[in-house]
């Protein structure tokens, strides 16, 4: 890999917005903004260990179509492998890293303040199998990972984008399903959580017609639900309790991939 393809650690200031610099729009507005000394500190002393060195393509949080992220080499072992797409301040992430040290975790966000608390957990937490990507999720999905490299991907509480105008941006929409399946071995389990009902539906909608997909759920957990039992392994956020608060109904969603 050419030497100018790698990433600086210590770039400036961000657009807001790059979908600007890209094909398809993101379902993210990146904004730019002061980090706290411990969170520098985390970039500076953690970052060379937890946080992976992504080529870029056009975009700050872009991945060059080259790029190759080996699990064998980044993690220095063979173990299943757990993704979290926009792992926010890392709370599910951490927490299931240091309860099963046997797997390895990569938590993909483009949030800088929410990855350096995350370095910040891990090491206090000492979990040394989890690892984060600064970019934009579907190109880790589309080309970064080998393909049928994850054991699990985790969709939690993404941005619900609940205007109309915005639903195009929305991540689990058409066309995700290819995405998170090619990342995902024969058998391994796509997790999605909302609050937002009718983005709920829409997920449910696009995964239910996604031939590369079948439910892991059954609704015998709460009869007559269309809804997959609360994952266990997901702990309680603050997105969750945001939404908790305010009356809305958190949803669960497992899909499992169904063999080549």
């Known amino acids: 890999m050419p030497e100018d393809l790698t990433v600086d650690a210590s770039a400036g200031d ?14 993210f507005v990146r904004r730019s903004g002061r980090m706290s000394e411990a969170q520098d500190r ?7 260990f937890y946080a992976v060195d992504v080529p870029r ?28 797409i926009g792992s926010g301040q890392g709370h599910a992430i951490v927490s299931a890293a240091a309860s099963h040290p046997d797997r390895d975790y990569l938590a993909v966000e ?19 199998n989890l690892r984060l990507v600064e970019a934009n999720a579907p190109e880790v999905l589309e080309t970064l990972l080998p393909e049928a490299s994850a054991d699990e ?14 639903n195009k941006r929305r991540l689990v929409k058409e066309g995700f399903g290819a995405t998170a399946a090619r990342a995902l071995r024969d058998g ?18 696009v995964l239910d017609a996604d031939p590369l997909f079948e439910r892991a759920f059954d609704g015998s957990a709460d009869p ?12 309680m956020t603050a997105f969750e309790r945001k939404g908790l608060n305010k009356g809305r109904d958190i949803r669960d969603l497992a899909y499992r991939r169904v063999a080549r």
Do not use: C, I, N
């Open 14 to 27: 961000l657009p807001e917005d790059e979908s600007t610099f890209r094909k398809q729009p993101v379902s």
């Open 42 to 48: 985390a970039w500076s002393e953690l970052a060379p």
């Open 57 to 84: 393509d056009v975009a700050s949080t872009s991945v060059h179509p080259d790029a190759r992220l080996v699990p064998a080499e980044v993690y220095g072992r063979e173990a299943p492998l757990t993704v979290e």
């Open 110 to 128: 483009v949030f800088r303040a929410g990855l350096a608390r995350t370095m910040l957990d891990a090491d206090r937490a000492g979990a040394r």
């Open 153 to 166: 991907v985790w969709v939690f509480f993404p941005d619900p984008w609940h205007k109309a105008r915005h």
């Open 188 to 205: 391994g389990v796509l997790r999605l959580a909302t609050d937002w009902e009718d983005y709920a539906l829409q997920m449910r909608e």
């Open 224 to 235: 007559g639900s269309d809804w997959a039992p609360r994952f266990e392994g997901r702990v």
